[in-house]
């Protein structure tokens, strides 16, 4: 990018993102007439092989993170694969079936276990396998002891988009992502809600003009205002406000940085369209939630939000631990079965098969997205994991991990990678991390403290 | 005291085999009359919930506006919002619905010309006109943010509204504008309290921040310009000053906001928005029938509260509840109405009665297919005794032995499962009260046998033993615990945590008034709001939150 363009934002210089910003151009014009100006061919500002805007990483593209989670666990012995190693060396087992398309973009990493004391079953390993932390009881509320991984790299990545992250679910209930103890990150589970947020309103596709609006600075003083109020406020309450006031700034930052965004030229993005609007509802059928309509159309929408690098980590709660929902086909309630369902339990082996199904559709979706020479998929890695192994005992042993996408060529694919040693899963976290460019040493605290990643699944 | 420090902590999880044996026993009334005195708790934010949100939106600007659907979801803590709502931290997307919702609400006040007019205390001179909406501004923004303004806040509102003025060149532009920033203001999506010297030298909440207190215990939204008045002009000081508000406010009809909060958060209402059953199991199941429940439940406790001002017993015994046709269908009896709410006066002698009786209680403590005998049991222990119920310990197998020729019923089912020591000693704290409801199916029909096979529904509880269901109510409804654990649950409720170590001397002694008094809400409501507990504030904590595993 020798041409790279003089009127760049500030942002524009800190990050890699190639756009041409008229806002430079144009201000001092609001309230008044809409301007239209002449401006340079935007391919000006491709490579010179006219596929992807120029970027450190191998690509070209922005890397991707995405998190899956469905609750209730698996069945260890239906889900590992018989054979470890690399490409043709290893099969998928019965439970990993529905990824057989993917296999060649797949790792899974089996034998890694959960070291933090279970004192809630399915709560206390799910806080350890998102976040590293053990399940604390902070003023009074049990609660994820810290980040879970995706808003952890959102902290670090999320300021270059214009959702940090996005959070969605489909039966989510609370939903998983943390941005720390008693921090919730709510999914959206209305799939027409979560378009609308993305898609709706003021979002503008490649090409679009840019669009004047004279409330924009108007919202913007409002912003400042509350931002005053906000620091105001922080100066006099205690130590534990003084977080949650914190949070409350950095939300009304990211609103500051998204009515920036709007004011920018949309990046030059290939890949990127307006995904297929959803229906304004989708009601439970004879009490029973359209999990997967709901998880393949909002995966379509997400997969688009990552093209048009409206985010570039995402979070999807299939379901929460210890739900009760009632599956396709199933008899009763997916926890209950997993309780109550006598002899090798089959109904929650369709279950846990439906749940590798709904993550199969998510990262489908982002393989069928064309992007530069490749696929959205190859920049991404989309996390696929549950609260427990076994739901039946609420085991710690043997967590289920799924990795797809190699995110943008940092991890290898087509591997089953089965620890040793059962090492620390807190090491599957930090290898994401790494590979989504964290420098990071460590991770985790208490017993789900590391200090090593996971070697064999790194390039 | 008679309760180990120890064990009140309500949410204590402990993992040791058989705690739950151990916590039988605690809740005893004191043997001595001897309170202990009050050390307050420290003040916290708490940000309003939904529910105070949508009504402070009706009380400050009107009724009648499209409230925001998309608002950051409150957070259950001790099974209560309230609690939740002093702990939790709000997301990036919850700030960025508060910045849509205030725009939305102010767009929505300026496009109703009579709404408007009714909230402005001038008529605008042109575009652009600083002392009109410097007067607007005095006068709204001290009731949206509960307190006079300072002048740099009215001068920067100002400043606001007049760029807005000038730039779309319209004085509503002006009101939009400045009133979109007071509603995304922390100022109002918290309830600040920081507390400061009070007379005689102790830490209080200042009269202003105590008047929100107040106004959202007993009102669930915000204090009005009286109340303002009172505490702006130090006229809510004494203890005699702050009843004859406090009876104002008792006499109001937002006081059955509070009463529909309370009772919706104490017993997990809330969650009926997403009841699901199988509905080729339950064929009285309807996607409305948890709303309607929750209705039938609501309307219950505030006949009981507000109409009868009856004992909080006679919420688990009452025999007159107000229901829909379907609900009408599935409790078998004739419906008093075709559309919406009829009242009935359920048969004397009857199979079911009060709260335990209805299907909001029966149908969300069950699974889609079944019933539950230990959800059941946990939620009378956890929410109406204040008991609690340790987790599993992990590692144990908890499957159910299958259904066999002398295993039918889910009694002898979670019979056969109570012989393992590991899950015995919480299993039988809580599903002997769950086999006195398993007359009541999944969804709160009455049947006669489980699976062909007749139902044992006897029992015994806190020493009373119990022939079946509406005698297993009665015993609770008896339950000197059960009229303990009430006063506890509000008092969580109106304090928004649950009670410390410097509070136990207060609560006993409240406890003890609404026992010896008939065990009635609006009483103990009252008694709250007149306490030096409810005004009284610690230092501001500075220090970090403590961590336990």
């Known amino acids: ?154 902290q670090k990545i999320g300021e270059e988009t214009r959702f940090s992250s996005i959070e ?51 919202r913007r003083s409002v912003l400042d205002a509350v931002l005053a109020d906000t620091k105001t406020l922080r100066s006099q309450v205690g130590a534990a406000d003084s977080h949650r006031l914190d949070a409350h700034f950095e939300g009304i930052r990211s609103i500051e940085r998204r009515l920036a965004k709007l004011e920018e030229d949309p990046p030059i993005l290939k890949a990127c369209a307006m995904p297929t609007k959803p229906a304004l509802d989708y009601p439970n059928i004879n009490g029973r939630p359209q999990l997967f309509e709901k998880n393949s159309v909002m995966a379509e929408t997400i997969a688009m939000a990552l093209a048009c690098d409206q985010t570039r980590v995402f979070s999807n709660t299939f379901t929460r631990p210890v739900n009760n929902r009632l599956f396709p086909g199933a008899t009763q309630g997916h926890h209950q079965l997993t309780h109550n369902e006598p002899g090798d339990q089959p109904e929650v082996n369709k279950i846990t098969i439906q749940c590798v199904q709904a993550y199969a559709d998510l990262v489908t979706a982002l393989a069928n997205v064309e992007e530069g020479d490749g696929r959205l998929l190859d920049s991404c890695l989309v996390f696929g994991t549950t609260g427990v192994s076994l739901g039946k005992t609420h085991s710690p042993e043997d967590m289920p991990v799924l990795l797809a996408g190699s995110c943008g060529g940092k991890l290898k694919t087509d591997i089953h990678y089965r620890s040793p040693s059962s090492e620390n899963a807190s090491k599957v976290l930090l290898t994401m991390a790494r590979a989504m460019g964290l420098e990071l040493s460590e991770f985790g605290s208490k017993q789900s403290y590391v200090d090593e990643s996971i070697g064999d699944i790194e390039v | 005291m008679s309760r180990l420090p120890a064990l009140h902590a309500r949410n ?176 109002f999506l918290y309830r600040v309290e920081l507390g400061g010297a009070a007379d005689d030298g102790k830490r209080a909440l200042t009269q202003v921040e105590f008047a929100s207190r107040l106004s959202y215990f007993l009102w669930n939204g915000p204090p009005d310009a009286l109340l303002l008045d009172a505490a702006t002009n130090g006229a809510l000081a004494t203890t005699q000053q702050v009843a004859a508000h406090v009876d104002r406010m008792l006499a109001d009809a937002k006081l059955e906001r509070a009463v529909r909060a309370f009772f919706g958060e104490w017993l997990h209402l809330g969650d009926l928005d997403d009841l699901g059953k199988d509905p080729t199991i339950y064929k009285h199941f309807s996607a409305d029938l948890g709303r309607a429940a929750r209705e039938e439940t609501l309307r219950l406790a505030t006949s009981v509260v507000l109409k009868q001002d009856a004992s909080i017993a006679s919420f688990l015994t009452a ?64 929410a109406l005794l204040c008991q609690s119920v340790p987790a599993p310990p992990a590692g144990v197998n908890t499957m159910l032995p299958a259904v066999d020729p002398t295993a039918r019923t889910m009694r002898e089912r979670l019979e056969l499962h109570m012989s393992v020591p590991e899950c015995k000693g919480c299993h039988s704290f809580t599903d002997p009260i769950g086999f006195g409801m398993e ?93 030096e507990v409810f005004r009284r504030v610690g230092p501001i904590q500075m220090t970090e939150p403590e961590v336990n595993p």
Not at chain 1, 179 to 188: M, Q
Not at chain 2, 99 to 115: F, P, T
Not at chain 2, 346 to 372: D, I, K, M, W, Y
Request: hydrophobic content about 40%.
């Open chain 1, 168 to 218: 969605y679910g489909i039966a989510s209930g609370t939903g998983m992502s943390h941005a720390g103890p008693n921090s919730v990150a709510p999914p959206e589970e209305n799939p027409f809600k979560l378009f609308e947020r993305i898609f709706g309103g003021s979002f503008q596709l490649p090409g679009d003009e840019p669009k004047l609006d004279p409330t924009l600075g108007l």
């Open chain 2, 319 to 382: 025999r007159t509840t107000s229901v829909t046709r379907r609900l009408a269908a599935i409790y078998n009896i004739k419906a008093p109405v075709d559309e919406g709410f009829g009242e009935v006066t359920l048969p004397a002698g009857g199979e079911r009665q009060g709260f335990l009786g209805q299907v909001s209680f029966l149908a969300l403590n069950a699974h889609p297919v079944s019933t539950s005998a230990t959800l059941r049991g946990i939620f009378v222990r956890e």
């Open chain 2, 12 to 187: 204590l999880r402990l993992t040791a085999l058989g705690a739950c044996l151990v916590l039988v026993g605690c809740g005893e009334e004191p043997t001595t009359k001897v309170y202990a005195a009050l050390d307050p708790a420290p003040p916290v934010l708490k940000r309003l919930t939904q529910a105070q949100y949508e009504a402070s939106i009706v009380d400050l600007l009107g009724a009648g506006l499209t409230l925001p659907s998309n608002l950051e979801p409150d957070l259950a803590v001790e099974g209560l919002l309230s609690v939740g709502a002093s702990i939790s931290t709000v997301s990036k997307r919850g700030v960025e619905q508060y910045e849509a919702a205030a725009r939305s609400l102010a767009g929505q006040l300026v496009a109703d010309k009579q709404r408007l007019a009714g909230l402005l205390p001038c008529v605008p001179n042109g575009a652009v006109d600083v002392a009109c909406l410097t007067q607007f501004l005095t006068l709204r923004g001290r009731l949206i943010w509960r307190r006079p303004l300072t002048k740099a806040e009215l001068a920067r509102l100002v400043a606001i509204g007049t760029k807005a003025a000038t730039t779309l060149k319209s004085f509503d532009a002006a009101i939009e504008y400045s009133l979109a920033a007071l509603l995304q203001s922390p100022h």
């Open chain 2, 439 to 531: 007359n009541l199916d999944g969804i709160g029909r009455w049947r006669a046998t489980d699976d062909g096979a007749a139902i044992d529904a006897t029992g015994e509880l806190e020493g009373e033993t119990f022939g079946g269901f509406r005698e297993l109510t009665q015993v609770i409804a008896n339950s000197k615990r059960f009229h303990r654990c009430v006063p506890e649950k509000l008092f969580s409720f109106a304090m928004a945590h649950h009670y410390t170590d410097g509070e136990e001397g207060v609560l006993t002694k409240l406890t003890d008034d609404f026992v010896a008094n008939g065990s009635r809400i609006k009483p103990l409501m009252r008694a709250i709001a007149i306490s």
């Open chain 1, 1 to 154: 990018m020798s041409d790279a363009p003089t009127t760049r934002t500030k942002a524009d210089r800190r990050v890699t993102r190639v756009y041409l910003s008229r806002r430079t151009l144009l201000k001092g014009l609001l309230g008044g007439a809409f301007v239209s100006i002449g401006l340079p061919p935007l391919e000006l500002f491709m490579n010179t092989t006219g596929t992807a805007y120029a970027d450190g990483a191998a690509s070209g593209f922005p890397r991707r993170f995405g998190l899956f989670f469905w609750g209730n666990g698996n069945i260890p012995t239906r889900w590992v694969p018989k054979a470890e190693g690399i490409g043709d060396a290893w099969q998928l087992s019965e439970q990993l079936a529905p990824l057989a398309k993917l296999k060649k973009d797949l790792t899974v990493v089996t034998g890694t276990r959960i070291y933090v004391p279970n004192t809630e079953p399915h709560l206390a390993t799910a806080s350890a396998m998102l976040s590293g932390h053990p399940w604390l009881k902070i003023h009074g509320n049990h609660t994820f002891g810290g980040p879970t991984i995706d808003q952890l790299i959102a």
